[in-house]
């Protein structure tokens, strides 16, 4: 990995000042090891990156990765804006480990505990998508309160005990 320059460091922080990136926070547990410490940064805004970057609907949607980043870029947004206002007051966090064995897009973390949310890019997800959050609910026992693989699908199922698979759609719903 690069070194960062004080420069980079620079940039970061006048980015984050006018409100165009925001720094999500890893996630820390004595329950869990081989944690990074490192933030992950997003810009704010799934159009600001489309349109920064000259891209159309068409040009992301041929792309899978690509469109998982946006579609990632697009949900967190929103959810950092329900984070604000929600009561009981909860803060974003995501989860990496050493080597990238496991990794879980946004952990929301709560007086009474933890959700954790995989982000994917597939109408049709499967238990694989929720490996992670099973490791995570298994590990974190009752302090895990739910889990959920968000898709882009018509509809919501089970995948296992305490973690579901509902449409991003439903955030809004």
Request: proline share 3%.
């Amino acid at each position: 990995m690069a070194q960062q320059t004080w420069w980079d460091g620079y940039l970061d922080q006048l980015l984050t000042n006018l409100f165009v990136l925001d720094a999500i926070p890893a996630w820390t547990s004595n329950l869990l090891s081989r944690l990074l410490k490192s933030t992950k940064r997003h810009l704010v805004d799934a159009a600001l990156v489309s349109s920064a970057l000259g891209l159309t609907a068409a040009a992301i949607l041929r792309d899978g990765d690509l469109f998982g980043r946006v579609l990632d870029t697009f949900v967190m947004a929103h959810l950092r804006a329900e984070a604000e206002v929600s009561a009981p007051r909860w803060r974003l966090h995501h989860v990496r480990e050493k080597e990238g064995r496991r990794e879980i897009d946004i952990v929301a973390e709560m007086a009474t505990g933890v959700i954790a949310l995989e982000i994917k890019a597939t109408a049709a997800p499967g238990r694989g998508d929720a490996a992670h959050l099973n490791h995570l609910r298994d590990a974190l026992g009752q302090r895990f309160l739910a889990g959920a693989v968000l898709h882009t699908g018509p509809r919501a199922f089970v995948l296992s005990n305490r973690i579901f698979a509902p449409p991003i759609s439903n955030l809004w719903g």
